[in-house]
């Protein structure tokens, strides 16, 4: 038995290592990583991560760690760090590493994740025009603004806010820079994001919106940044947060079928190759809480719920249909903001509470049903609208609410039964 072989051990690929574990696989599981470091949590990077580093906490990394390193070992996981997968021999079963190595396999589940999107002009070649996407970016961006007192980030989508959130409390000047008309426009419902952002400038933070910049300029360590209009800065340091593009170039060359993403069916089985899945961020994936035909999500919660899936299809070699609610949760300006389902531009919005005490959830209907919830400093609200938006064919009327005030805890004994009357977290 060849076993099951695993490219890319972050959140994806790790938690199908372990799952696969706990569904009862007794065949050999090969985790491949491009990475030298044990798997780490890629969302304290922005977050608790750069704050600590900033405080030069010496054991921030105890924050990252995502399963103890003596686990792989325990759960007869072979690890092997510093292995890139360069090719994918689909008629032999096997891939190959770019240290020369080779790796058989009856199952192979690609998890390659995703990198930072690049800028669409040549940026100088400065360690002070940072990305963000691992803890070597975390590390760098920390040590790079030791000694910075200006910051531009060129993006305004969750991560970048969020590392500005963290630069700007440990007193730096920040200037966000975003090219649509308003910054986390994906994902975000205007409401919420203009409360984010309010509480943002009343932090000193700049955010400049529908503003697209054109070239990045070093002299003499200090960086300008020319938009169409006029220039921003100097300053010490530009982090560029403008998305990322899914490392699908593998699947593309072995002749697995690519869109923006590797493509599977409901099962997250590559369309072209049963034996092939592809999970997490890299996997472009039929959604029934999407409109569109297909998403994909970059997410924990997504990363890990479709590692356990898989694991599951393979340990007990049955085929379903992949279905869970997609959520989310960032946290910006000490303020915590939790998501379940997902939110649409065309979607109606309607606020449940009151935004000036800073505990409101947005209900966002689509077709007259309740599609999404975002929640701040409402957590209930957030573990409810979980129950209540996990199977779309119930998704709750917009009549209903209405009539209920929309306060979702209305709701809470149509979802709940009396002897499961509890709801997570
Ligand atoms: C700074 C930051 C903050 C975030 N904050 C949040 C948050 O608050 N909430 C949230 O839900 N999500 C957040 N995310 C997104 C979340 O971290 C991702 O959705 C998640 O990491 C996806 O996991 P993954 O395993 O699919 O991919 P990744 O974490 O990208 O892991 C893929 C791994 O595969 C490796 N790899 C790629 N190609 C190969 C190859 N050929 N051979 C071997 N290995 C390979 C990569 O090096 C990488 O280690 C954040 C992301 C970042 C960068």
Same mark, same amino acid.
């Given at each position: 038995?060849?076993?099951?072989?695993?490219? /890319?051990?972050?959140?994806?690929?790790?938690?199908?290592?372990?799952?696969?574990?706990?569904?009862?696989?007794?065949?050999?599981?090969?985790?491949? &990583?491009?990475?030298?470091?044990?798997?780490?949590?890629?969302?304290?990077?922005?977050?608790?991560?750069?704050?600590?580093?900033?405080?030069?906490?010496?054991?921030?990394?105890?924050?990252?760690?995502?399963?103890?390193?003596?686990?792989?070992?325990?759960?007869?996981?072979?690890?092997?760090?510093?292995?890139?997968?360069?090719?994918?021999?689909?008629?032999?079963?096997?891939?190959?590493?770019?240290?020369?190595?080779?790796?058989?396999?009856?199952?192979?589940?690609?998890?390659?994740?995703?990198?930072?999107?690049?800028?669409?002009?040549?940026?100088?070649?400065?360690?002070?025009?940072?990305?963000?996407?691992?803890?070597?970016?975390?590390?760098?961006?920390?040590?790079?603004?030791?000694?910075?007192?200006?910051?531009?980030?060129?993006?305004?989508?969750?991560?970048?806010?969020?590392?500005?959130?963290?630069?700007?409390?440990?007193?730096?000047?920040?200037?966000?820079?975003?090219?649509?008309?308003?910054?986390?426009?994906?994902?975000?419902?205007?409401?919420?994001?203009?409360?984010?952002?309010?509480?943002?400038?009343?932090?000193?933070?700049?955010?400049?919106?529908?503003?697209?910049?054109?070239?990045?300029?070093?002299?003499?360590?200090?960086?300008?940044?020319?938009?169409?209009?006029?220039?921003?800065?100097?300053?010490?340091?530009?982090?560029?947060?403008?998305?990322?593009?899914?490392?699908?170039?593998?699947?593309?060359?072995? /002749?697995?079928?690519?869109?923006?993403?590797?493509?599977?069916?409901?099962?997250?089985?590559?369309?072209?190759?049963?034996?092939?899945?592809?999970?997490?961020?890299?996997?472009?994936?039929? &959604?029934?809480?999407?409109?569109?035909?297909?998403?994909?999500?970059?997410?924990?919660?997504?990363?890990?719920?479709?590692?356990?899936?898989?694991?599951?299809?393979?340990?007990?070699?049955?085929?379903?249909?992949?279905?869970?609610?997609?959520?989310?949760?960032?946290?910006?300006?000490?303020?915590?903001?939790?998501?379940?389902?997902?939110?649409?531009?065309?979607?109606?919005?309607?606020?449940?509470?009151?935004? /000036?005490?800073?505990?409101?959830?947005?209900?966002?209907?689509?077709?007259?049903?309740?599609?999404?919830?975002?929640?701040? /400093?409402?957590?209930?609200?957030?573990?409810?609208?979980?129950?209540?938006?996990?199977?779309?064919?119930?998704?709750?009327?917009?009549?209903?609410?209405?009539?209920?005030?929309?306060?979702?805890?209305?709701?809470?004994?149509?979802?709940?039964?009396?002897?499961?009357?509890?709801?997570?977290?």
């Amino acid at each position: 038995m060849a076993g099951t072989v695993i490219v /890319g051990a972050g959140h994806a690929g790790a938690q199908t290592a372990f799952s696969l574990r706990a569904e009862g696989y007794r065949g050999p599981i090969t985790l491949l &990583s491009a990475e030298e470091r044990s798997p780490y949590q890629r969302p304290p990077l922005s977050k608790g991560y750069l704050a600590a580093l900033r405080r030069r906490e010496t054991d921030a990394d105890d924050l990252i760690n995502l399963h103890p390193v003596a686990s792989y070992a325990e759960q007869d996981i072979a690890l092997r760090l510093g292995s890139p997968v360069s090719e994918i021999d689909r008629h032999a079963r096997r891939v190959h590493t770019t240290t020369g190595k080779a790796y058989g396999y009856d199952h192979l589940v690609l998890a390659t994740g995703a990198r930072a999107r690049t800028l669409p002009f040549t940026t100088p070649r400065s360690e002070r025009v940072r990305f963000f996407r691992t803890r070597h970016d975390a590390a760098a961006i920390a040590a790079l603004t030791a000694d910075a007192s200006r910051v531009a980030v060129v993006g305004g989508g969750f991560v970048g806010l969020e590392a500005a959130s963290v630069l700007a409390a440990a007193g730096a000047e920040v200037t966000v820079i975003e090219a649509a008309a308003r910054p986390m426009g994906r994902g975000m419902s205007p409401v919420m994001a203009e409360y984010l952002l309010a509480r943002h400038r009343a932090r000193g933070v700049e955010v400049r919106a529908a503003t697209r910049i054109s070239a990045i300029v070093e002299d003499g360590g200090r960086l300008t940044i020319a938009t169409g209009q006029d220039t921003t800065g100097p300053v010490d340091l530009v982090i560029v947060g403008v998305g990322v593009l899914p490392n699908d170039e593998l699947a593309q060359k072995s /002749g697995l079928e690519t869109q923006d993403g590797i493509v599977v069916d409901s099962s997250l089985r590559t369309t072209r190759d049963p034996r092939v899945y592809a999970v997490g961020d890299c996997a472009r994936f039929p &959604s029934p809480f999407a409109s569109a035909a297909s998403v994909r999500l970059e997410s924990v919660q997504n990363a890990t719920e479709q590692g356990r899936h898989i694991a599951k299809s393979i340990a007990t070699g049955t085929v379903s249909a992949y279905e869970r609610l997609p959520w989310f949760w960032t946290e910006q300006c000490g303020l915590r903001v939790q998501m379940a389902g997902l939110v649409e531009p065309a979607d109606e919005c309607v606020v449940s509470g009151d935004p /000036g005490q800073g505990a409101f959830s947005v209900l966002a209907f689509r077709d007259g049903r309740l599609a999404a919830v975002e929640s701040l /400093g409402r957590p209930r609200d957030h573990a409810l609208a979980r129950r209540l938006l996990a199977d779309p064919a119930g998704w709750p009327e917009h009549g209903v609410l209405h009539g209920a005030g929309y306060d979702l805890s209305a709701l809470r004994t149509a979802v709940i039964s009396p002897a499961t009357n509890t709801v997570d977290g």
